[in-house]
């Protein structure tokens, strides 16, 4: 069974930053591709970040040079960097894992306000 769990959501002023964790099991996490999405209130789910296998990495625009995603195949284990948050970034976040079929996590919160 697979089973992603996310981590590290919360509330952040403007310009803070934040470190989203997602933990793996049930599929082999070195050849999946693993992502973050996000839905923020009253819009349609997003894509925030991809990596490949092969470390391949794939932005948003609106969260280029602010975001980092990274991977660790020894903990089973994908990251988001989340910096300089903004306003509007304020969404549910979701893990996601292609392992022949794609999965996703429960989501964790992320608020910025001040």
């Known amino acids: 069974q697979v089973k992603l769990v996310e981590s590290g959501g919360g509330l952040v002023q403007p310009g803070g930053s934040l470190k989203l964790s997602c933990g793996a099991s049930?599929?082999?996490?070195?050849?999946?591709?693993m992502g973050w999405y996000r839905r923020a209130p009253g819009k349609e789910r997003e894509l925030v970040a991809t990596i490949s296998s092969g470390y391949n990495i794939n932005y948003a625009d609106s969260v280029k040079g602010r975001f980092t995603i990274s991977r660790d195949n020894a903990k089973n284990t994908a990251y988001l960097q989340m910096n300089s948050l903004k306003p509007e970034d304020t969404a549910v976040y979701y893990c996601?894992?292609?392992?022949?079929?794609?999965?996703w996590g429960q989501g964790t919160q992320v608020t910025v306000s001040s």
């Open positions: 049930g599929i082999i996490f070195s050849i999946s591709v």
């Open positions: 996601y894992a292609f392992y022949g079929s794609r999965y």
